[in-house]
């Protein structure tokens, strides 16, 4: 692993800081999106030499590439466990791409069954697409400790609402690592209460591809998981090529998400004959080779560096990071972090008394060089109720306008920019170090010794009036 340390894209630029010096940024960001693994990089060179359409066929260069595309689904399949019930399907726009289309594709195949589960966690990747599908989401709540902070998915609420609609209970859909918290769910457990009432299980792997073991498969078939949905850029590949691996009788006898070139067997002007081979049936149009190839190359090398040593290394670092960040005064820590390590993922969110989120992540930026994201992470509702903002349908928007970008943005009415609620999250990937970890709790604390003078500095001009 320490050989690897150094193998990302991007450690080693440098940026200007405020105080006109430079600094070698340190990147703590890698739940939003992880640095690019160079080495896959490197491999996939060597393939992209050959570069031409898999539509080709017959000469070399269409060959080598079909060959390659059909080798990337396999190393997808090898690093889920997935089996030959199983699919592996490329799309575009990651996860959310794929969440998407399996929440149309499990609607329209299972029409009867229009309730869908998922839980007060998920992004809104795994939330919304099931609202614009389903008939009825019920958000299942999540367990608390004495301390009042929130955990897992609270098991005896999920098995109440799966009784409540046994009958017409589609799916439940968790994440299996939350981006908020770092906190890791019990996918297989979840998977054998759903499917006890004929339910399904869909899993949200966006946040724990690269960070934990991951398969498809549980201890017994009833564990076993239905989808399970992946994106390029958070498993340090580049860009955002998506990945569903999913029961291919999913798709049986449905209309494909796309037609077009690539997956006809027959066309006239009159009709037109779809392919029943799965994932052709799914991949119309010309794929995006360097995406799949990017991914399945770093799917590759994490699988032979081991999932379980990446996890081992993580929680080390996620344990020496709670330490650390739990003795700086004013620093409250968001979720529950006394949860075994074992238990959550390389995130840590957090906010400083008395200095908004916004102002916390562009100092940490402007005059440390250390690289986080702040605000909703695209979880509004999980984070308002972290923050303990009413969840009321109408009260809550107008405090928690998350556009998932830049906030502060001018209220329109003269007034200085408002901050909206959120906090700040670090987060880690293989390339992060303890003295990543030191650096970034020296600077908090900093920031806490100096906050008024920081206030200052980044106060809007003018009040409006
Ligand atoms: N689910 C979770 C838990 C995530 O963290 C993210 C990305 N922040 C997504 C879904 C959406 O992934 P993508 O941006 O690749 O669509």
Redesign the pocket.
């Known amino acids: 692993l320490e050989a690897l340390r150094t193998a990302f894209s991007g450690l080693n630029t440098t940026y200007p800081l405020a105080d006109g010096s430079t600094s070698k940024r340190t990147y703590l960001d890698s739940?939003?999106s992880n640095l690019r693994l160079s080495v896959a990089e490197d491999i996939v060179q060597q393939a992209m030499a050959h570069y031409a359409n898999t539509h080709s066929q017959l000469h070399f260069g269409a060959r080598i590439m079909t060959e390659v595309y059909h080798r990337s689904h396999d190393i997808v399949a090898d690093f889920v466990g997935a089996d030959d019930d199983d699919t592996v399907i490329f799309c575009g726009?990651?996860?959310?791409?794929g969440l998407n289309r399996m929440a149309r594709v499990l609607t329209e195949q299972r029409p009867d069954r229009d309730v869908v589960i998922t839980t007060m966690m998920e992004?809104h990747?795994?939330d919304l697409p099931h609202r614009k599908h389903a008939g009825e989401v019920v958000h299942v709540p999540l367990e608390h400790d004495t301390n009042g902070e929130a955990g897992r998915v609270d098991m005896d609420a999920l098995q109440e609402a799966i009784d409540a609609h046994a009958d017409r209970l589609n799916y439940v859909a968790v994440?299996a690592?939350?981006?908020v918290t770092g906190i890791v769910n019990p996918i297989h457990n979840i998977a054998r209460m759903a499917h006890a009432v004929g339910a399904l299980c869909v899993v949200?792997a966006?946040?724990s591809a690269a960070h934990v073991p991951l398969s498809m498969q549980g201890n017994d078939p009833e564990e076993r998981i239905d989808v399970l949905c992946m994106?390029g850029?958070?498993i340090y590949a580049p860009g955002?090529p998506?990945v569903i691996v999913a029961r291919k009788d999913l798709f049986a006898g449905l209309e494909p998400q796309e037609v077009g070139g690539g997956i006809v067997e027959f066309v006239d002007t009159e009709r037109y004959v779809v392919t029943d081979d799965l994932p052709e049936r799914e991949e119309t149009g010309t794929p995006n080779l360097p995406g799949a190839f990017l991914l399945a190359a770093t799917l590759y090398l994490l699988g032979r560096i081991g999932m379980d040593l990446v996890a081992e290394d993580e929680r080390e670092l996620t344990q020496y990071a709670l330490t650390k960040f739990e003795a700086i005064e004013g620093l409250h820590i968001y979720g529950s972090h006394r949860l075994e390590v074992a238990e959550r993922i390389g995130v840590v969110t957090f906010n400083l008394e008395g200095l908004p989120h916004g102002l916390v992540t562009a100092i940490l930026n402007d005059y440390y060089g250390i690289a986080v994201r702040n605000e909703c992470?695209?979880a509004q509702p999980f984070v308002r109720q972290l923050l303990g903002i009413s969840d009321e349908r109408g009260v809550a928007p107008a405090d928690c306008t998350d556009t998932c970008g830049p906030e502060d943005a001018a209220a329109g009415d003269g007034a200085p920019p408002r901050e909206q609620p959120g906090m700040v999250r670090i987060s880690f990937g293989l390339y992060n170090t303890k003295e990543d970890v030191d650096r970034a709790a020296d600077a908090l604390r900093s920031i806490i010794d100096r906050a008024d003078e920081f206030r200052n500095m980044y106060e809007p001009v003018g009040d409006g009036s």
């Open positions: 739940a939003a726009n990651g996860v959310t791409g992004h990747a795994n994440t690592a939350s981006n949200d966006a946040q994106s850029h958070k955002s998506g992470f695209c």
